[in-house]
Each structure stands twice: as C-alpha cells, then as structure tokens.
C-alpha cells in the first residue's frame, strides 16, 4: 500500500471519527449529559448510517481531496454545505418517520430527535473544518521554526492600508517568513478602523501619525498595501514614511494578487511610475474591443518598449490573428514567448522584417491582409539620429511611407502612427523627420480609404532609453546622476497610458486627425531624478546631480501642437485632435522623391538643410552652455540660424 494510501485512508478516519463524536456530543447536550437508555439504543443504532451518509456528502464535495494544511475559505464553504445537507436530509426523515413510531415501536431507532439533529450541524462542521485548522496550524508553525533556524533577519514593518489589499498582504507575510518581514500593525486614514485588530495586527492611527507610530514600535519599514491607489495618494503616503525614516515599498495591484499572477516574493521598491503628478487617464476599452475584436492586427516594431505593450492590451481584446513586426530576433522571441504564455489561445504570427523593406512589407500585407495597423517602428533617441540623420530619415519617414502606402493599396481599415511632441517646432533630426512622417499620413487621409491617424505624445516612464531607466543605473552604481539642464521639462505618460491611447485613436480617428493626449504640466528632469533618488532610499545629498548640457538637438521645452492646429476635444475629457492645413500630396511625394536621393547620397549636412526646406518651423535651436557643469544654470535656449540655406538645399536634389 503506498504511502499516499495511507495518508488519505488515516484523513478519512479522522473525519469518521469526529463526526461520530460530533454525534455522541450532540445527544449528550441535547440531555443534559444523562442520555436515557432508549436514546443510546437510538445513538448506537442511527449513527452508523448519520456518519456515513454525512461523510458521503463531504465526498460527493470533493473535500477530502483538498490537502488540509492549505485549507481556506472555498473548503470551509463546502464543508458548510455538506453539512447543511445532511442536517436537512435528517429533519426531513424526523418528519416523516414520527407519523409511523405508533405503528412499529421499533421504527422510533430509525431516526433522530430534532434537538440533536440541530445541536449536531455546528458540531459536525466545527468539528471537520477544525481537524484541518489544526494541521495548517501545525504545518505553519514548523515551517517557521525551520525557517527561523536559518539565521533569517525580521524587519520590523508597518503596513499602510487595512482594507482589503492590506488584509491580503498581512495574510502572505504570515506564511511566508522567508520573506523576512515581521508586521507590527497598521496605519489607515479611516477613523472607524482605529483601535481596531485586523487579522491579529492593530490599527494604531492615520499616516499623518506614521512618524510618532514607528518611534513608539521600532519600525524600519512600511509597506504601501491599498490596492489601485491613485499617484497622488502614493506619493504622499511615501512622504509621510521616509519622512519618518522608513523605507518604503509597495505592492502590485491587488487585481493581481487576486489572481495569483504575483505573490510578496516580487514586492517592489516604489517606481517612479506610481508618482505621475497627475491621475492616470483611463480611456474607453469598449470602443477599442468593438474595433479590434475579431480582426487582424499588425503591430510594427513589436518588440519595442511601446510596440510590445500594445501587443499586449491589442490581446486582450481577442483579434483574430495579431501580427508581430520586428527586426530585432531577440526582441521579437521575447514578446511572441510572452504572448504564447500570457494568452494561448490567441493566434500570432510573429514576422522578422524591417519595414523599409519593400519586398518583404508587400509580402506581408499580402498573406495577412491586416485590418488595423499600429505603426510603432521609428528611431527615437534624438542625439543618435542628430549623428546619423540619413538614417532617421529612412526609418521614420520612408518606413512610414512605405507602411501606409501598402496598407492604403491593400486596403486596411485603419492605420495609426506613433508620432512624438519632438515633433512639433523640431529642433532635432529625430523631430523634424516625425513631423515629415505626420505630413505624409495627412496627406494620404484625405484620398485613401483607409483611416489615417496620428498619435503624439510625450515622453514614455520606463519606455527603453528613457530618463528612468538610465537614472536607476546611476543611482544603483551610487551615481553621480546626469541631468542635461536644470531648467529641462517634459511631459511624461506611462506605458499603458501611451498604448491605450494609440487603440482609443484607431478606434475614434475618422481620417487625418492628430490625437494629443492631456499629460498635465510638464515636469522637470532634475525633480524626477530626485524624487527617485529619495524612493530609492537615499537621502538627497548622498546621490549628487549633475548637470551635463544638452545634448545635440535637445530643446528644453517641449510642445504637444502647432498653433495652427487648433486643437479641439474629444469625446474622451482627456484626449484632444488637432487638425492642420490639408497637405498636397502630389506636391509632398515629388519633394520626397528628392529628399529620398539627398539620404542616399548626401551629406549629413545636406539631409540637415533639405528637412529644413521641407520643415520651416525646423530651427537647429539650443540652450546656452552652462556655466558650470555641477551647478544650477538659468540659462535659456537660444536659436541657431539654419546651417543652409533652404533653397540650396532644393538645388542640390534638383
């Protein structure tokens, strides 16, 4: 017999064996623990078939398959109903039996009195859920003595949130002391919870009392457990602990927890991503599922920080085939892997190409015939494209080209590009070729079928080469942490923002708009990097700043729209359209023809002065030098003149 056997035969036996206490306790009460010699006739001859008929139902449950060192709410629920069950089956058989006692004398042992049957039910159940409480118990405590023998150092932790989320944490934490964590209690801003203990840890007051709470109880670390709490909340609750000289860590949403898709094992420093200076802007799934459901999807440059992202929201709107385009092989490994796991039942095609490929792209739109195309592939970092302009123009501008044109031949429904803010008065290669981009998808709404539309944000938190990441780096190195100018703002969106806004366009865009996010004000590089100097745990004179000067084609300023756009709301309170003069294509394809002959055999001065001519709001503007490099300039940006003339540039392609 295996061991298995045994070990379920041995639970089985202990089950019988409570219920049958349970039972003998129930007549006992039920007489005041002098159970007169018919009533024992009746207990030794109704027991058997009470027990069996009780731990039947248990069965019929599927309870004893639960393991009882991980009981829960689901088998206690169960083991209710059962017993429930049975007490009802049993009062039913009182009823009809007693009609028959004066009939056959004996029948009165066929059944049980009605004041047993109801002392029995909380018995049998208290019974049954406590044999497995007793050994989650048992199997906790030795898993913490073992795990205490290891030298595991405690940290003594306050949890801020007693609602739900917090609730849930303290529950992990208990069960998990190789974690290291030893909760002290709770802080929570609701009055009527103060005093109160929650699962065995007390509220002790509101965050405004974190500092007098971690001096009386010898905290050294707090945990922010509210489930979806908003930027503005986090931030501050973060301020009032480090105030307070703790650390501060957060957990996932507790949708996640929930779903068991984390656990504390991954709990997370603060991210600068919970502390936007403005709530997030949710927009409208409804309108995107409508439009994406069922339909095939092309997404260009997939494997990018924005380009996978948008796989990832696109798949949960159940297209019917999502197509991953991405030149990087790594890149596009991993975010077709993701997706196999993450979403199996979806259908991906996963296309090594590069969308300046024109042989390759036609084939593509050929086999798959997308409805909806997301134009996601572009070089982004604008010193790189400042050293290599010809290459910007090539990726941005005709791989734009070459995309909308295919997707307009072959008849896509629509097609939304992924511009930037640098595009708007560009003073960067990288800008100016956006913004030709912009122009050439205007152009082609105005005559195609196709819905043609833009998305303009701002910078990306998080995005891949952006200011996070690379201060993280510095920071962890102890740093100095670079910033170009102390005066430098941008604004910021964080990663579901920015793709939730590129489907909420393609689902809105009627032809030739410029959708434009509401990022709020703009913020300055060097807050953020304090910020996240301070939510790394340092003070903010143990990690220095520098100042390092703008780089090449950096402006301090950035715009979200021209003037002349008049930008105008939407259906949505925070995305917005702008609209321009209409282009003329005809006019814009011959101008492109030229540019296309400047990038392949020009100078990098000569692709410089041509997007100059095709961009007149191009200006090669940049601030001053500072002064010094480690301290705090006011400098403001002052504008270059064009480094050749617009119509020399014309001659040259002419």
Request: proline share 5%; net charge positive; aromatic share 6%.
């Given at each position: 017999?295996s061991?298995?056997?045994?070990f379920r035969?041995?639970?089985?036996a202990l ?10 306790l ?7 623990w002098d159970?007169?010699p018919g009533m024992w006739?009746?207990?030794l ?6 027990v069996a008929m009780?731990?039947?139902l248990l069965?019929?449950l599927?309870?004893?398959r639960?393991?009882?060192r991980?009981v829960?709410?689901r ?8 017993s429930?069950?049975a007490?009802a089956?049993?009062s ?6 007693g ?10 042992y ?12 909380p018995?049998?159940?208290l019974?049954?859920?406590?044999l ?15 795990l205490?023998t290891q030298d595991?150092e405690f ?7 007693a ?6 944490v303290?529950?992990?934490i208990a069960?998990r002391?190789e974690?290291?964590?030893l909760?002290v209690?709770f802080?929570?801003?609701d009055?009527l919870k103060?005093g109160?203990?929650?699962h065995?840890?007390?509220v002790?007051?509101?965050?405004k ?13 707090a945990?922010i457990a509210i489930s979806?709490?908003?930027?503005s909340?986090v931030?501050a ?7 307070a ?11 996640r927890?929930?779903g ?5 094992t991954?709990l ?6 919970d ?5 997030a802007?949710v927009?409208?799934?409804?309108s ?12 260009s440059?997939?494997?990018?920080s ?8 696109v798949?949960?709107?159940q297209p019917?085939?999502?197509?991953l385009?991405?030149?990087a ?5 991993e ?10 039942d979806l259908?991906?095609?996963p296309c090594?190409?590069d969308?300046c490929?024109a ?8 086999t798959?015939r997308?409805?909806a195309?997301f134009h ?18 090539k990726?941005n501008i005709?791989g734009?080209?070459?995309l ?5 031949e072959y008849?896509?429904r629509s097609?939304?590009?992924i ?9 960067s290669?990288?800008g100016?070729?956006k913004?030709v ?5 205007q152009s082609l709404a ?7 539309v833009?998305v303009?944000?701002?910078?990306v ?10 201060f993280?780096e510095q920071?962890?190195?102890?740093g ?7 005066e430098?703002?941008?604004y ?6 920015a793709?939730?806004?590129v489907?909420q366009a ?5 032809g ?5 996010l509401?990022?709020?004000?703009p ?12 939510l ?7 990690i220095?700043i520098?100042f390092?000067?703008?780089?090449p084609g950096e ?10 756009e ?6 949505h ?6 609209r321009?003069?209409e ?5 814009l394809r ?7 002959v400047?990038s ?6 000569e692709v410089k002065?041509?997007?100059h001519a ?8 940049r601030p001053?030098?500072?002064e010094?490099?480690?301290?705090p ?8 003149s ?7 540039a014309?001659?040259t392609?002419?």
């Open positions: 017999m061991r298995t056997t045994v035969s041995a639970q089985a089950d019988i064996a409570g219920l049958f206490i349970a039972l003998w129930a007549f006992e009460l039920r007489f005041d159970i007169p006739r009746r207990l001859f109704t027991g058997p078939y009470v009780q731990y039947g069965a019929a599927g309870i004893p639960f393991a009882w991980y829960g709410l088998e206690v629920t169960r083991i209710l109903l059962a429930c069950v007490s089956v049993l039913a058989t009182r009823l009809i039996a009609s028959v006692v004066h009939v056959a004398g004996f029948a009165q066929s059944f049980l009195p009605l004041g047993v049957i109801a002392i029995d039910l018995l049998a159940f019974g049954t859920v406590g497995r409480a007793l050994r989650r118990i048992s199997s906790e405590q030795a898993e913490v003595r073992r205490r595991t940290v003594r932790t306050l949890l801020v949130g609602g739900r989320g917090g609730v849930m303290a529950k992990e069960a002391p974690l290291g964590i909760p209690g802080v929570d801003d009055p103060h109160s203990v929650i065995g840890l007390r002790f007051g509101g965050v009392e974190v500092r007098r709470i971690a001096r009386q109880m010898g905290i050294h670390q945990i979806n709490a908003p930027g909340a931030r609750i973060s301020n009032a602990c480090r105030t000289g703790l650390e501060v860590k957060i957990i996932p949403g507790l949708y927890l929930v068991g898709e984390i656990n504390l991954r997370r420093n603060v991210a600068i991503e502390l936007l200076r403005r709530e802007v927009l409208d799934d409804d995107i599922s409508a439009d994406l459901r069922g339909k095939v999807v092309l997404v440059g997939a494997g990018g924005i380009g996978s992202e948008i796989c990832r929201q798949s949960r709107f019917k085939l999502l197509v385009v991405e030149r092989e790594n890149a596009l490994f975010i077709h892997r993701e997706l196999s796991e993450n979403a199996p259908a991906v095609a090594i190409a969308v490929d042989a390759r792209m036609d084939e593509l739109f050929a798959f997308p409805d195309v996601a592939a572009a070089h982004k970092h604008v010193p790189m494209m400042e050293w290599n302009p010809a290459e910007a123009v990726n005709f734009t080209k070459l909308a044109d295919l997707a307009s008849g896509t097609f939304v590009m511009s930037t803010d640098k595009a708007v008065n560009p003073t290669v990288m100016a070729s913004r981009a912009e122009r050439y998808i105005a005559h195609s079928g196709t819905r043609f833009t303009r944000f701002g910078n938190l998080g995005s891949n080469g952006s200011v996070v990441p690379i993280r920071i962890a190195r102890g100095p942490v670079t910033v170009t100018h102390p430098m703002k941008r910021f969106m964080t990663i579901p923002e793709c939730q806004l489907l393609g689902s809105m865009g009627r030739g708009e410029i959708f434009i509401d990022m709020g004000e913020v300055k590089i060097v807050d953020l990097a304090r910020d996240l100097i301070e790394s745990g340092f003070a903010p004179d143990e220095e520098v390092s000067g703008v780089r402006k301090l300023y950035e715009e979200l729209s021209f003037s002349e008049n930008t105008e709301k939407t259906r309170p925070k995305i917005y359209i702008g321009t003069r282009e003329r294509g005809e006019q011959a101008t492109l023809e030229r540019l296309a400047v392949r055999q020009g100078s990098t001065d002065a041509f997007l095709l961009v007149p709001e191009y200006a090669g503007s001053a030098p500072l010094s490099a480690r301290v300039s006011t400098a403001r940006a002052s504008e270059d064009i480094p050749a003339p617009a119509a020399q014309l001659r392609v002419g």
